[in-house]
């Protein structure tokens, strides 16, 4: 069985992952897990890696989907970074953590705000 918010998150995710694509990156890998946690989408742009959070929404009514991205969910984000690099063996001269916001109402398109490169 689904949750509402499991599809609302794996829907956000296929999304972010479209959207990253027409912007000419590539998506390398999709919910990655390791014992410290998930990354949503790994892509590359350039020589770049970049860790990408995806954060879906159906309203804004408990906020916007960035404030869910506080100081330690970043950190955890460049652990997670790290350990996909060591797990793949892959080396990568710039990593960058992007996150997608992804507001979905009850109809209508999705809108999608990207953010790239958040410390």
Known sequence: MVLRKDALGQYGEEVA?????????????????????????????????????????????????????????????????????EARQVYAPMVRIDVVGILQGAVGPPEIKHLRGVE
Not at 59 to 65: I, K, M, R
Request: aromatic letters at 8%; proline letters at 1%.
């Open 17 to 85: 992952a479209r959207y990253l694509s027409g912007l000419g990156m590539k998506v390398i890998e999709r919910n990655w897990r390791c014992e410290c946690g998930e990354i949503d989408i790994v892509a590359s742009e350039g020589n770049a890696l970049v860790v990408c959070e995806v954060k879906t929404r159906s309203s804004e009514a408990f906020g916007s989907p960035f404030e869910a991205i506080t100081q330690r969910k970043l950190r955890r984000l460049r652990q997670l970074a790290t350990k996909w690099l």
